[in-house]
């Protein structure tokens, strides 16, 4: 599967954006990552079938959602803070969970990136 990310950019503190990822074929769990400077990648969120899940750091400020005609998730990010600062990647599973994973080793295909860098 070949994943594109788009939708990031230049924000100030407390504006929002919203990442878009698009899958060339349909998927099943999807998640987005991120990775600023300095730092390992970590998981913010992912969504499954039946479940969601968000990294504690952005609960209350941050939504994930689908749409599977279009085979794509959306990341919606509000209040956005200059520690979201990172390049965010998405990434999919060819399998179907019950629960979402939040480790990479999860899911098969990445995603190229796409940098969100919030000004305070």
């Known amino acids: 599967v070949q994943l594109q990310a788009s939708g990031g950019g230049l924000v100030q503190a407390g504006g929002s954006l919203r990442l878009s990822c698009t899958a060339s074929?349909?998927?099943?769990?999807m998640a987005w990552f991120r990775q600023a400077p300095g730092k390992e990648r970590e998981f913010v969120s992912g969504?499954?079938?039946?479940?969601?899940s968000y990294t504690d750091s952005v609960k209350g400020r941050f939504t994930i959602y689908r749409d599977g005609v279009r085979n794509m998730i959306y990341l919606q990010m509000n209040s956005l803070k200059p520690e979201d600062t990172a390049v965010y990647y998405c990434?999919?599973?060819?399998?179907?969970?019950?629960?979402?994973?939040?480790?990479?080793?999860?899911?098969?295909?990445w995603g190229q990136g796409t940098l969100v860098t919030v000004s305070s």
């Open positions: 990434a999919a599973s060819r399998t179907s969970r019950s629960s979402v994973v939040v480790t990479e080793n999860g899911y098969d295909s």
């Open positions: 074929r349909r998927t099943y769990d």
């Open positions: 969504i499954s079938l039946s479940d969601q």
